[in-house]
């Protein structure tokens, strides 16, 4: 790991790439437009990026589609595939300090987790799907004696693949890596508030000798770039990872338009059940605090609401109280920091009116809030005797504040973690065996962890029930998000 000046030295070094990638090049944005990146930890304005509409999304449809139609990537060899991107998820881990450092430039994450985490997580998605390729087969389907009937799978065609500022390059190639195995040519449309990694990308494609057109970026605001994507007749699927509200709304502009493929991991509320015969409270309150602090709280799956038992909730709020020592905001740049700024200063007031909120519902403040000055910065808070019915139980804060809720039985703990619109993660802590399949089989939840929170690879899927979306990031079940399953049914002559 680099020292906190090494990093500074890099930031003064580095050359920030302002311009979308359009088939294979770097170019401005049709008006030359352009809008403001602002380094939320320090409120300076770090670049300017293309500011791309309706003019810039059909350019890089028609470089997708045209792509798609050669067939140099859709149709080609499962091998040949397999061989480009293992070259590019090596390119991401070549060059993991650049996209690092741009990462929590643009995010105000600690710069040491997205050395450790964010970006060799991107490049091991990509990996994964590499490897993938030539492991998806068809089937022959179990028909009469003179039929031989097939299945086959094969690419959608123009895949739009819009991602949230949070993970931006992690959760991006969550999507990059199935659609591109799968054939299909992607344009990647990030954040407007967080865009440089997925511009900084651009090159590697090119040098990891993905053809022109399979892989472009789109920079701007989703209102323009975003809904221009959503309502092309020409895109054939949308994968979204952000909020319930844009979810249902590129929903409906696929309905209004060619009904093109809605894949949407949306918002979460999640639920974290602690109960009184779980031994190891201290740990759970470790897993507690990390499972709602981590990355600022802005965390699709964090968890955010504690479910704990009467007879045990003093003592461990006071264990995660201590745990959430470790999640102090200090400078994102310096490596010892575990906890950064917010996105920006919108969000990070959207937060504490949300703080307001709880204390004026009844919740008492236990720890935490503003932190003075420059920087979108928020310690750690801590909502204690919140009831569920609040809106700061109900609705998704997307930062850190986690509200405490008490329960007397486990019937009583099940109700209160499926009464909500959201249904992304639950967890439950507990050292009796029946408990935890009892509970575990009743939680409206697309990811169940038991005795731990947020754990997993790229192995298994990810994604919710109700609210918190459709369809499956990761695993090999994300893959089918991005074909067309086709039956060739043949009747054999005699």
Known sequence: MKTQQQWIELRDAIT??????LNGEYTAAVDGSTLEVVNPATDEVIANIARCQSDDVDLAVKYAKNAFKKGDWSRSAPAQRKEVLLKFADLIDKHVDELALLET???GKPISHSVSTDIP???KSIRWYAEAIDKVYGEVAPTEKDVHAFVSHQAIGVVAAVVPWNFPLWIGCWKLGPALAAGNSVILKPSEK???????????????GLPSGVFQVITGFGHEAGEALARHEDVDCIAFT????????????SGETNLKRVWAEAGGKNANIVFEDYADLDRAAAETAAGCFYNQGEVC????RLLVHESIKDEFIDKVISAAQRFIPKDPMDPTSSMGALIDREHKEKVLSYVKLGEDAG??????????????????????????????AQEEIFGPVLCVIPFKTEQEA?????????????????????RVHRVAKQLEAGSVWVNNYNEGDMTVPFGGFKMSGNGRDKSIHAIEKFTETKTTWIRLQP
Request: charged share 20%; proline share 1%; with cysteine.
């Open 16 to 21: 920030i790439e302002q311009r979308v990638f």
């Open 105 to 107: 430039l643009d995010t």
């Open 121 to 123: 997580g991107a490049a």
């Open 194 to 208: 967080s865009s440089l990694t997925a511009l900084f990308l651009g090159k590697l494609a090119n040098e990891a």
């Open 242 to 253: 952000g909020s319930t509200r844009v979810a249902g709304h590129l929903m409906i502009a």
């Open 301 to 304: 799956v964090a968890a955010t």
């Open 363 to 392: 919740a008492v403040v236990r720890c935490g809030g503003d932190v003075k000055g420059q920087g979108a910065f928020v310690e750690p808070v801590i909502l204690d005797n919140v009831d569920n019915r609040m809106r700061v």
């Open 414 to 434: 099940i109700s209160i973690a499926n009464d909500s619109k959201y249904g992304l993660g639950a967890a439950l802590w507990s050292d009796n065996i029946n």
